[in-house]
């Protein structure tokens, strides 16, 4: 950052460590009484770093509302037992979580919002939904994490006012992404029953993203329904798989986490 300087002299520019050296102060200063603390927060913070490289996180990808997922995914949290578990979900539906002790599933835990800033009016109201059954290895991660003393659940996933915005740049965008759009009204179609008019995300699907994809399993598989294949072909053969073998989900899900060791910082 440069200051200002008198006609002629030459531009004065802090230390390249100015800024993180005032942060270190200031945390000195409002966590431990002075400046005398640096040092230690210095050694705590290589201390962290040493711990994170040292315990390599273990990922556990997942197929959404997978029974054979979420068998798979028990038998690693019994295997493993972990302190800190990582979920891919929006981080501020933690609150919600703990109240799943108090319902029959299957839920659904939903955020929406009914006045809309910088938003059409015919978007109301946004919503967005994550479906819970027990056949999930999200769930499965979740009453582990609750049932357990000493376990952390952290959810990793950007929080759902990111992800209305990440809406309204995305539709900026429907212009170039027509075709992908008619595809998913042809896909949203089928299940028009089991969703209202409210523009919404639904996390967590099962189905492929490429029709021809689709159309290639379920004739090659002589079946009707993609969730017939799958039962057919990947939950029953994989039901009672080792976690070597159990099936790494599609789309590159790699969700709930299990930490490898007590004081993990991320899975």
Known sequence: M??????????????????????????????????????????????????????????????????????????????????????????????LLDELRNCRLPVALQVFATELDGFPPDWAPLSVVAPITEASAEYQAIAYALGTPGVELVLVDRSTDHVFQWLRRDKRNEGNERDQREEDERVASAEAALHGDAVGIELGDLRPRFAELEEHLLHHGRVRHWSEWWDQYVERPLAGADYETSPPGHGDDRQPVPAAAPGATRA
Request: charged content about 25%; overall charge negative.
């Open 2 to 95: 440069s200051r200002p300087t008198t006609s002629g002299a030459a531009p004065v520019t802090a230390p390249p460590f100015a800024a993180l050296r005032e942060q270190l102060l200031a945390a000195a200063d409002e966590f431990a009484g002075g400046a005398g603390a640096v040092p230690d927060i210095l050694a705590g913070m290589v201390d962290d770093v040493d711990r994170a490289l040292r315990e390599e996180p273990e990922i556990f990808p997942v197929c959404h509302h997978s029974p054979a997922s979420a068998l798979a995914m028990a038998r690693r949290l019994r295997e493993k037992s972990p302190t800190v578990i990582h979920l891919e979900l929006c981080e501020d539906l933690r609150p």
